[in-house]
């Protein structure tokens, strides 16, 4: 079964950027049973896909997010990561890693315990 | 993008009552629908894929139901651990989005 661990800093200042890792474990990330990406979750609010990365390092993006975010994948280490550029407090939220299963039609199967990142100077 | 529409947003509910929820896309996603629950504090969990698959380990009192545009996911007798909120997103097609979510609360 597969797990999931987001790390980074718990707080950015305004116009800087955001940076997130995810560790996999339980499975390897050059699958080739699964997508992985990034949502988010401001606090009191819904849920919001930011990207997903294949092992190969094909990415796709929410275009609303899309200039400001890059994701990458590091398989020597078994991880993902996520960079937010010039974030605000708009960028204020839980941000979960987790996996997409390519045979459950893309389902996010396997998620992160989500990591608070606070946009503040 | 394909909005994901869910009524009602919120529900109070008693244990053993059957409680059903609805999502709508704004568009036909076939059935690339999924539902996750989220409780206080907790990452989202999957509950159904495809609109209708029960994911593994998921209790059989859930299911799922729709294609197109219109799609139901059903819990036939609440237990006390069914309170959370509900979300449906749609893997039709990119960017994958979320319903607004369904807060099910006891009566």
């Known amino acids: 079964q597969l797990q999931l661990q987001e790390s980074g800093p718990g707080l950015v200042k305004p116009s800087e950027t955001l940076s997130l890792t995810c560790t996999v474990s339980?499975?390897?990330?050059?699958?080739?049973?699964?997508?992985w990406g990034w949502i988010r979750q401001p606090p009191g609010k819904g849920l919001e896909w930011i990207g997903s990365?294949?092992?190969?390092?094909?990415?796709y993006y929410n275009p609303s997010l899309k200039s400001r975010v890059t994701i990458s994948v590091d398989t020597s280490k078994n991880q993902f990561s996520l960079r937010v550029s010039s974030v605000t407090a708009a960028d204020t939220a839980v941000y979960y890693c987790?996996?997409?299963?390519?045979?459950?039609?893309?389902?996010?199967?396997?998620w992160g315990q989500g990591t608070l990142v606070t946009v503040s100077s | 993008d394909i909005q994901m529409t869910q009524s009602p947003s919120s529900l109070s509910a008693s244990v053993g009552d059957r409680v059903t929820i609805t999502c709508r896309a704004s568009?036909?996603?076939?059935?690339?629908l999924n539902w996750y629950q989220q409780k206080p504090g907790k990452a989202p969990k999957l509950l159904i894929y495809?609109?209708?698959s029960l994911q593994s380990g998921v209790p059989s009192r859930f299911s799922g139901s729709g294609s197109g545009t219109d799609f139901t996911l059903t819990i036939s007798s609440l237990q006390l651990e069914d309170f959370a909120t509900y979300y449906c997103?749609?893997?039709?097609?990119?960017?994958?989005?979320f319903g607004q979510g369904t807060k099910l609360e006891i009566k």
């Open positions: 339980g499975g390897s990330i050059s699958s080739s049973s699964y997508y």
């Open positions: 987790a996996s997409l299963s390519i045979a459950a039609s893309q389902t996010f199967d396997y």
């Open positions: 568009q036909s996603i076939s059935s690339y």
């Open positions: 997103q749609q893997s039709y097609s990119t960017p994958n989005t």
């Open positions: 495809a609109a209708s």
């Open positions: 990365i294949y092992y190969s390092g094909s990415t």
